[in-house]
């Protein structure tokens, strides 16, 4: 059985190399840390990472390669599809970011053509730079054969609701191919509370909140009565809002649907616009429901290595409550049907 991992992450070395350029975050510094001189990436004043050739995590971040391949290989892992980790090119100046954008795609491409069928990718562009972003995006589907774009969800502190970039959203749906919103920390407007307790920020909570508030702005604006065939995947069984869409439906029964552009109850835009990933969440019940009320054509498998281990992914699929045909469905061939594979 094929498994088509699609939330795969890797640093490319052109971002790398600019973050140590630059004075503002997101950047990378060095700096004394227990007597020794580290190199911390900052994806923000209030959050970093330590940056050297010595951390496995990093390893394993930079490699695209043999080392890679050898622990898809030993889990059953067919394909990864690649994609820039955060802190992303979506908070840098938009000139700068658009350049970086086209630098990193066409570094992933030669990556991806190195060991043919093991990798794919999704694009990084850069949204705060609309016109260049529509013009990589289609290049990188066209020219470079990837198959979306993963966007860092917030865009220095904007969202994709802003009409400013639906030109990306249209490009996305006439391509016919999705653009996947992925977490990072909640946007400066949004991060205050969060800090009194650091992991709250990052992927304890923060992520979810934040990019669940991303998905639900985009159903709010209406963008998808505008583009209904346009496509959107969220990771981490869709950041928690299939749990909450009675609520929300609901909610928007008594005073949504006055109040709001859409036109139809949020849960028919989760469950035809919206496909959701199992990346970091290993969890046989939140699958259990999740496919209940999003049904086993929606989901996607996903590791979110290396933040997540693929043997504890694959032991999840395993030991969860799944058909053959439900497994392979979330396995591939979901997969397989959406990205055009």
Known sequence: MKKIA??????????????????????????????????????TPDHYYVHHDDSPMVRKMVEVGQNR???MDRNGITMQMLSLSIPGVELLDPDQGSIIARGVN???YDLTQQYPGRFSGFAAIAPQDPDSAVIELERAVLELGFKGAMINSHIRGEYLDNPKFWSLLEKAESLGVPIYLHPKQPSPKMIQPFLD???????????AAETGLHAMRLICSGVFDRFPKLKVILGHLGEALPFWMWRIDNHWKKEGKHHLPAQKEPSHYLQNNFYVA??????????????????????????DYPFEDNSEAIRFMETASLTAEEKEKIYSLNATRLLNL
Not at 19 to 30: C, D, H, Q, V
């Open 6 to 43: 699609v939330e795969e992450h890797y640093l490319s070395a052109i971002l790398l190399d600019h973050l140590k350029t630059r004075k503002e975050w997101p950047k990378i510094e060095i700096m004394e840390d227990a007597g020794k001189k580290v190199e911390k990436l900052f994806w």
């Open 69 to 71: 391949i050898e622990d």
């Open 106 to 108: 066409n570094e992933l």
């Open 197 to 207: 307790y650091p992991p709250l920020a990052n992927a304890m909570w923060g992520f």
């Open 278 to 303: 199992t990346s970091g969440m290993f969890w046989p019940a939140a699958l259990e429901f999740v496919k209940s009320v999003m049904g086993v054509d929606k989901i996607l498998f996903a590791v």
